[in-house]
């Protein structure tokens, strides 16, 4: 199974107001294991970015002024995803954005869901934990995913960071497959974020007072019935 684990950052909110994609990133996975092949790019949107949205993301409309336009890249997007399940965090907001900039390039073009089938995790974290957060900081903290590089969002990290969190979700995630391609548009330096993050596990380490509490127990067990086995193997 194939499949591509996605994001975007845009000028605004909604689409339908003119707002444009600026940002795309995808990482993919071949059978949950991480190949290592990944799409990036920056786009030049030709408007301006809302106050709102640059807060987010801190991309500004000075630096995407040499960058491609979607109709540049969008055949390169669409091989890439091609035959794949995308895996979209709030699905519906980002394939609203990817749809309405290919009908810009081509009013033919099929949405993306005739083309590729999509998990949404959004919906997927509301059934499992009703009632709970579930934004992506929210499901990191749940699943112990690392996301302290994440000080502003950004597409290929926030795609990498999902990935971690799905698979977490679903199961626990798989090695990084070796010698994977490189399936990367060359930008700039801030879109060569490697996936050497993987395999981080986070260590929780007693506190003074926990082990304080945790010695007083075991004294309590050697007063009722003898030394306790904790001690016995230490």
């Known amino acids: 199974m194939r499949q591509i684990v996605l994001d975007t950052e845009t000028t605004g909110l909604d689409p339908a107001q003119g707002h444009r994609v600026i940002e795309i990133g995808g990482v ?8 290592g092949r990944h799409f990036h790019q920056y786009l030049n949107p030709e408007r301006a970015i809302d106050a709102g949205a640059l807060e987010v993301h801190g991309i500004t409309a000075e630096f995407l002024r040499d960058k491609p336009l979607f109709a540049d890249v969008a055949e390169d997007f669409l091989q890439f995803i091609a035959g794949s399940e ?8 980002d394939m609203a954005f990817l749809d309405h900039e290919l009908k810009r390039v081509d009013r033919t073009s099929s949405p993306l869901a005739q083309q590729c089938s999509v998990l949404d995790t959004l919906t997927m974290a ?13 499901l990191c903290k749940r ?6 590089q994440r000080d502003l969002h950004g597409a290929l990290l926030d795609a990498e960071i999902l990935a971690d969190v799905y ?12 010698g994977g391609e490189d399936e990367h548009l060359e930008d700039n330096e801030e879109g060569t974020r490697m996936l050497e993050r993987r395999g981080t596990l986070r260590v929780v380490h007693a ?6 509490a945790h010695e007083a127990r075991l004294d309590a067990i050697d007063a009722a019935s003898g030394a306790s086995i904790w001690r016995a193997q230490s």
């Open 126 to 138: 509301r059934a499992m934990h009703p009632g709970q957060r579930n934004s992506l900081d929210a």
């Open 143 to 148: 699943y112990f995913v690392d996301d302290s």
């Open 207 to 212: 506190s003074a007072d926990e082990l304080a």
């Open 28 to 35: 993919e996975l071949v059978n949950r294991r991480l190949t």
């Open 167 to 178: 698979l977490a979700m679903t199961g626990g995630q798989t090695a990084l497959a070796l």
């Open 86 to 93: 995308l895996v979209i965090h709030n699905a519906p907001f």
